[in-house]
T-cell receptor, first 112, second 111 residues
Framework: NAGVIQTPRHKVTGKGQEATLWCEPI?????VFWYRQTIVQGLEFLTY????????DSGMPKERFSAQMPNQSHSTLKIQSTQPQDSAVYLC??????????FGHGTKLSVL | GEQVEQRPPHLSVREGDSAVITCTYT??????FFWYKQEPGASLQLLMK?????EINEGQGFTVLLNKKDKRLSLNLTAAHPGDSAAYFC??????????FGSGTRLLVSP
């Protein structure tokens, strides 16, 4: 079991460019979560999927951010027209219901 | 919805001292909780999962206390050592999938 896999580990984009972050959850886990982590804001919930269906995206900025889970083996977080304030570590996690979240190592996004 | 407040945001102690991190939650229906540890450059790793049925939970070098009346969860590192230096996050769950995380505490243990 390789755990939750996130790619890339680091991504550098220019302001206004698009960034797509990938997550491969642990096989068999029914929920996938996306969080954003910064020094200032801490760990912010963005969105989660249950059995591939979007359940709660209350933490997603309404513009420019979107997440998808086209199949049970991966999820993507897309940020359009990236801004410097989007710079953060984006964490993906997966779990069974009522169980601990297993986190990936994150993707560090730097927007120049 | 559930809100979790975690204090302090930063904590600095000397080796051998105790360190206490506290979270207060708002939803009385929360019945399971987590503490995660995040070392620099690494992802979050589970320290302990506790249920509301157990008020005192002993771990390796730490104790997690749950006060349901006050809706307070605490992590007590009994004799901190430099290897405990990390960020710590609490989380509360009411069932299903989603848990709400505290904002984190950065602990520094100096020799």
């Amino acid at each position: 079991n390789a755990g939750v896999i996130q790619t890339p580990r680091h991504k550098v984009t220019g302001k206004g460019q698009e960034a797509t972050l990938w997550c491969e959850p642990i096989s068999g886990h029914s929920a996938v979560f996306w969080y954003r982590q910064t020094i200032v804001q801490g760990l912010e919930f963005l969105t989660y999927f249950r059995n591939q269906a979007p359940i709660d995206d209350s933490g997603m900025p309404k513009e420019r951010f979107s997440a998808q889970m086209p199949n049970q083996s991966h999820s993507t977080l897309k940020i359009q027209s990236t801004q410097p304030q989007d710079s953060a570590v984006y964490l993906c996690a997966s779990s069974f219901p009522n169980e601990r979240l297993f986190f990936g190592h994150g993707t560090k996004l730097s927007v120049l | 919805g559930e809100q979790v407040e975690q204090r302090p945001p930063h904590l600095s102690v000397r080796e051998g001292d105790s360190a206490v991190i506290t979270c207060t939650y708002t939803d009385p229906n929360s019945y399971y909780f987590f503490w995660y540890k995040q070392e620099p450059g690494a992802s979050l790793q589970l320290l302990m999962k506790v249920f509301s049925s157990t008020e005192i939970n002993e771990g390796q070098g730490f104790t997690v206390l749950l006060n349901k009346k006050d809706k307070r969860l605490s992590l007590n590192l009994t004799a901190a050592h430099p290897g405990d230096s990390a960020a710590y996050f609490c989380a509360a769950g009411t069932g299903g999938y989603k848990v709400v995380f505290g904002s984190g505490t950065r602990l520094l243990v100096s020799p």
